[in-house]
């Protein structure tokens, strides 16, 4: 099992009491910080329903070879 480490910045995919679904980076300090996130967005009207971490820098490289073509 691997250990995940933190901080953190990861791409949530949430949905809606109403169907809708939506993404979301947040960064998380600790794994609880985690958990009470999706308590809160549950609380909300908001379902956590997948997490993928978030490479910035990847993604700072890619905009950085689009704008240069």
Do not use: H
């Not at 009491?17 to 979301?24: A, H, K, L």
Request: aromatic share 14%; proline share 3%.
């Amino acid at each position: 099992m691997e250990q995940e480490t933190y901080p953190q910045v990861l791409r949530l995919d949430l949905k809606s009491s109403y169907g809708s679904y939506f993404s979301v980076i947040e960064r998380f300090a600790s794994s609880d910080d985690y958990i009470k996130y999706c308590d809160n967005q549950l609380w909300s009207g908001y379902k956590v329903i997948g997490s993928t971490p978030y490479n910035l820098k990847a993604k700072e490289n890619e905009s950085t070879e689009i704008n240069s073509i």
